[in-house]
């Protein structure tokens, strides 16, 4: 009897220390429990003769420390593989989700904030590279000939550091290089427009500066720089006609031979020629046949006037060799050749 008191003694011992054991594998939160070291324990604790309800009850808390212990590794892997990439690359929306997710399953707090600011990095970098996108298409979004070159060439070169696409920096450095062109046409048309009609009205070349418009205005030239050009253009034709014209009615007015030059006229003619800006040369050439046909008709006058007073004696107080003279002389001077015969034949009665 006493044996078999020991016995049962022992095999208590044995079922409460298998008991006991099972009890604190469990005994911790699921995360904590050690499942291999408990799934262990469960044979011996039967064997042992532990109660079923006992064992079965150790079971649950395995199997749950189990799957929560799965469930916090599967976090742990998809919050790691969410914040792996480069920060451009993360998914930020899918990583914050399984930011939530392992805080739900119990992931290491020290692996939740690894993972977090890894996150916030990721938001940070990918909203200086959206702001930068964003920035760069403002700046090439204007008309090629408004579009602020340097401006938009900073922007690139930012968007393209802060990892906005190639291809979309390409686009945009594209786009950049067309309004320099754009740009340095229009640049190019102005100034040579500008320049034909820089000179004097007299000195323009009208028809060169008129060609010179169409392009202009092509090229995108601002349209009150053009209107500018079109005022200037009509103003140098306006004024070179008037020239024109002022030297022909010059060169008409002492074109003749000099008795027959209309002193008077052609003395105007000078004047309009000097205002409209006749050349010098042809003002001088002008200027030395109107003094000669002065000259020439101021003898003639002075010769007939000679002549006048030589035959305007009575007949026989008429100094006929003087009077002889002054005819002749007065023929030679131009004076009309009536009335040279009118002086001659008083001389000879």
């Known amino acids: 009897a006493r044996e078999k008191i020991e ?7 044995r079922r409460d220390a298998a008991q006991a054991a099972l009890q604190a594998a469990v005994a911790p939160a699921a995360l904590q429990v050690d499942v291999a070291a408990a799934e262990a324990l469960v044979a011996p604790a039967e064997a042992a003769g532990v109660p079923e309800e006992a064992v079965a009850a150790a079971r649950g ?13 599967e976090a742990q892997a998809a919050l790691l593989a969410a914040v792996s990439a480069e920060p451009l690359e993360v998914e930020v929306g899918a990583a914050a989700d399984a930011l939530v997710a392992a805080e739900s399953a119990g ?6 904030d690894s993972a977090r600011a890894k996150l916030d990095a990721a938001k940070a970098a990918q909203q200086r590279r ?13 008309p090629l000939l408004l579009l602020e070159v340097e401006g938009a060439t900073a922007a690139a070169e930012h968007a393209a550091a802060a990892g906005v696409g190639m291809a979309e920096v390409a686009w945009a450095r594209e786009k950049i290089e067309e309004a320099r062109e754009a740009q340095g046409r229009r ?9 034909a009609v820089a000179p004097a009205a007299l000195q323009v070349d009208v028809a060169a500066a008129e060609a010179l418009v169409a392009p202009a205005e092509a090229a995108g030239v601002p349209e009150e720089a053009v209107a500018a050009a079109r005022g200037l253009v009509d103003q140098a034709r306006e004024a070179q006609r008037r020239r024109d014209e002022a030297q022909a009615a010059l060169l008409a007015a002492v074109s003749a031979e000099p008795l027959e030059v209309e002193v008077g006229a052609a003395a105007d003619a000078l004047v309009a020629a000097e205002s409209a800006g006749v050349a010098l040369e042809a003002q001088d050439s002008a200027r030395a046949k109107l003094d000669a046909a002065k000259a020439a008709q101021q003898r003639r006058d002075e010769a007939r006037d000679a002549m006048g007073a030589a035959v305007a004696q009575p007949l026989l107080l008429l100094e006929v060799e003087g009077a002889t003279a002054a005819a002749e002389h007065a023929a030679a001077a131009g004076v009309g050749m009536a009335e040279v015969a009118w002086a001659r ?5």
């Not at 959206?130 to 204007?142: C, K, L, S």
């Not at 034949?345 to 009665?349: L, Q, Y």
């Open 107 to 112: 992931v290491a707090l020290e692996a939740q």
């Open 130 to 142: 959206d702001e930068a996108r964003d920035a760069m298409g403002a700046a090439v979004a204007q």
């Open 7 to 13: 016995e049962a003694r022992e095999a208590q011992g």
């Open 345 to 349: 034949e008083k001389i000879e009665e």
């Open 61 to 73: 808390l395995v199997d749950q420390a189990r799957e929560a212990q799965r469930r916090r590794d």
């Open 187 to 195: 640049d190019a048309a102005q100034a040579a427009l500008q320049a």
